[in-house]
Structures are given as C-alpha cells and as structure tokens.
C-alpha cells in the first residue's frame, strides 16, 4: 500500500514540474510582451467599438455592422501585428524554457524519470514510448556545446512526438536532433499521455493500467456493460449523438443571444470592455494549453 501511494505521489510529481516549467515560462514572456508589445493605434479603442457594433446587431452582415467602424485595411493591421506577436510569444517562449530547464529542472527530472517503469497499451503512443527510451539514454551525459545533439546513428522519433512549431526548434539545418528542445518536447507528451493514462505505472493506483478498472468478463459481456451504462458500443453513434447534443445547446444558446435571454445585462460600454477582458484571458489560457 505504501509503495503505491509513493508511485502515485512520483508521478503526480512529475506531471507538476512539467507543468510548472511551461507555466512559468509563459507568465515570464507574457509579463515581457505586456511591456514591450506593440500597437496598432488606438487598438483599445478599436475593439470597443466593434464589440458594440456586434452586440448591437448579433444578425448584420460584416461588411453591414463591421467595416464601417474599422475598414478592411485597419482589421488587416490588426490580424497582421497579432500574427507577428504571435510568432514573437512562441519563439520567445521556447527559449526561456530552453533556458530553465537546461540550467535547473533538468537535473530533478532525471531521476525522477528513471524511478518510474511506464507501460502502454496503444500502438498510437510507440513513437513516444521509444523516445522516452532514446530520452534515458541521454539525460546523464552533460550538455556541453559539442554534446548538444544526439548521435548521427541514433533514430529520433518525431511524428507524435514534436509538434510542427517546435520542428526548427528541434531539428537544425544538417538535419541533426538537438537534445533540450527535444527532450522538452518528450516530456510534455509524456505528461499528457500520463493524463489520459495512454501511459501507465505499474504498482501505481491512480495511474494504473487502464484496462484493470473494467470488469473481468468484459470482453465476453461487453454488450451487457453497455447497457447498463446506456451508450452504444459503436463508437461513430457515439461522437455523433454527442455532437448533435452539442450542436442544439449551441444553437438555443446562440437563439437566446439574438432574442437577449441569456439573462444578462444589456450591451454597454462596460460590458464591452469586461468582454475584450475576459478576451485577452481566454487567448492567454489558450496559450498555454496548446
């Protein structure tokens, strides 16, 4: 029992300073960005403006309620700067984590990583099963300018594994692996297959094999569980009903909105700034779970 709630606690370690190597990272360049960001002018006022006109007639056409408080050209501008700003917050944010985790949480990951047996039943997830192998392999050798990328001879996955935007990153010009950016990228897939628990700990309880919580006669009663929870063992009925179900509270709610009986207030110059708020907050959440 002891040793369970040990492997519980290793992992949920881990997945917490995966987290917070991320997390920081992103309130660090996002502090920057808020300092140094630059702005269409008068942007503020922009968007006020359009977040009236919108709410004022939800059913206009673009060209009808839009364009004529901000033209094409100045919605142009502010598609274009928040594009670039973009590119900006991603590339600045991949250094810094570069930056912390190969001068500090680098080493506590190491053994923590090393401690822990991971196991997977999905075929899906080998490329990230074999990385992480390609990963321990690596993490005790130091990193110095001339051991910085893996051997020419080694295989590094990357398909499910890095994402297009950490590729550069990762990859450079020869065609070489480099091995923080790479290793940052592993782990942030190990976390979140570690979520879902597409990877396993054995001896672990809530991060246990996956297929140990069904019943032992599953397979041969499936259609019987089933049943008893209601649902369709055919997986496209399923993702259909569930889309149709999200498709009709979508429409009542965008009907409600239209007729103004989402029992809210009326649309007014504070209203509107708490929407372009609560805007700003959603895109930075957003961020950072992608």
């Known amino acids: 029992m002891r040793e369970t709630e040990i492997t519980d606690s290793l992992v949920e370690l881990f997945i917490q300073l995966v987290q917070k190597i991320n997390t920081r990272a992103e ?26 006109a919108a ?9 009808k ?35 912390s985790y190969s001068n500090h949480w680098r080493r506590m990951l190491s053994p923590l990583l090393n401690a822990l047996e991971l196991k997977c039943n999905n075929t899906a997830y080998r490329p990230v099963m074999d990385a992480i192998e390609l990963l321990k392999r690596y993490l005790d050798q130091p990193i ?31 065609g070489r692996g480099e091995r923080i950016p790479y290793e940052l990228c592993v782990l942030v897939r190990l976390r979140d297959a ?38 369709p063992q055919d997986p496209e009925k399923f993702i259909g009903a569930l889309q149709k179900r999200l498709r009709e509270a979508l429409t009542r709610f965008d009907t409600a909105l239209e007729l103004r009986t989402t029992g809210g207030g009326t649309s007014s110059r504070s209203t509107a700034s708490r929407g372009s708020r609560s805007r700003r907050w959603t895109s ?5 779970t992608s």
């Open 27 to 52: 309130k660090r360049v996002e502090g920057e960005f808020n300092k140094e960001m630059k702005r269409v002018r008068g942007k503020e006022g922009i968007l006020l403006r359009l977040a009236e």
């Open 284 to 288: 930075r959440r957003s961020r950072r």
């Open 55 to 63: 709410l004022a007639e939800p059913g206009g056409t673009v060209r």
């Open 194 to 231: 570690l979520r879902r628990r597409e990877i396993w700990v054995p001896g672990a309880n809530r991060w246990r094999n996956p297929e140990d919580d069904l019943p032992p006669d599953f397979e041969d009663n499936r259609y019987v569980h089933y049943d008893a929870i209601r649902q």
């Open 144 to 174: 110095a300018k001339e051991g910085a990328f893996f051997d020419e001879a080694e295989k590094i996955p990357l398909a499910g594994v890095v994402r297009e935007e950490w590729r550069k990153a990762v990859v450079d010009e020869r």
């Open 65 to 99: 309620v839009i364009y004529p408080v901000a033209g094409k050209s100045t919605l142009k501008a502010l598609a274009a700067e928040a594009a670039a700003n973009e590119a900006r917050y991603r590339a600045r944010v991949r250094t810094v984590l570069r930056s």
